[in-house]
């Protein structure tokens, strides 16, 4: 982990209500901080998860003229043939695990951690979930694609998460990363991990952003995968 993660504020955090037996690590789009979202799983919280939004290291995005804002990794072009800032998106990832870690240490199972994000977030989510040892509840990738896609093989990946839910989802009015973009991920995802595991929905009207349906789904979704064990 460079100097540079290691500056970023501590995570927003919403705690389990009673004693923490899962969790939820949901990374933030460029240019933003995790405080938003906490806000938002605040309002869909379930009594035994805790939910953890780490904010971004502040760095030059090549994207915006090098402005610097919090980002996970640069972002050079937002088109599917865009270069890609892969040792950024590796070191990324490797400190998402360290929070993965972190939460293991704290006495909570990897298989009790849903990893997820929105947009950038969302696409390191993914790539991290494909490329870790640790084995995961799910994912949730909002509004996203995944990166670094031609590092991975044609067919089923071999990691712990193969067969691990996904949930996809998007608004079908995006500008920014446009809908498509999230079908060619979706296909991908279905080559990579069990296909059956992999859920796409999109929300009618919805640009770069959330909606009230969209989290009433990943409220449902991480009802699913991380029930209460007591």
Not at 87 to 92: L, M
Request: glycine share 8%.
């Amino acid at each position: 982990m460079c100097g540079n993660n290691m500056s970023a504020p501590l995570p927003a955090i919403v705690p389990a209500a009673r004693k923490a037996t899962a969790a939820v690590i949901f990374l933030h789009g460029l240019g933003d901080t995790g405080h938003g979202w906490a806000e938002a799983f605040a309002g869909i919280r379930s009594p035994h998860v805790k939910y953890i939004c780490p904010h971004a290291p502040v760095m030059p995005v090549s994207l915006n003229m090098n402005m610097a804002m919090p980002s996970w990794f640069d972002i050079i072009g937002l088109s599917p043939d865009a270069q890609e800032d892969e040792a950024g998106i590796k070191q990324a990832a490797d400190h998402v695990k360290v929070l993965i870690d972190q939460e293991v240490k704290n006495g909570i199972p990897s298989n009790r951690i849903i990893l997820g994000g929105f947009s950038q977030g969302g696409a390191l989510s993914l790539y991290t979930t494909l490329t870790t040892h640790q084995k995961l509840a799910g994912v949730l990738a909002l509004s996203c694609w995944l990166p670094l896609r031609t590092s991975f093989p044609q067919g089923a990946i071999n990691g712990v998460n193969k067969d691990i839910p996904v949930l996809q989802c998007h608004g079908d009015c995006d500008p920014l990363v446009p809908l498509m973009f999230g079908s060619l991920t979706f296909e991908k995802l279905k080559r990579l991990i069990n296909p059956v595991d992999v859920t796409f929905k999109t929300y009618s009207g919805m640009m770069h952003s959330s909606c009230i349906e969209e989290m009433m789904d990943v409220k449902q979704f991480i009802d699913k995968h991380l029930p209460p064990v007591d």
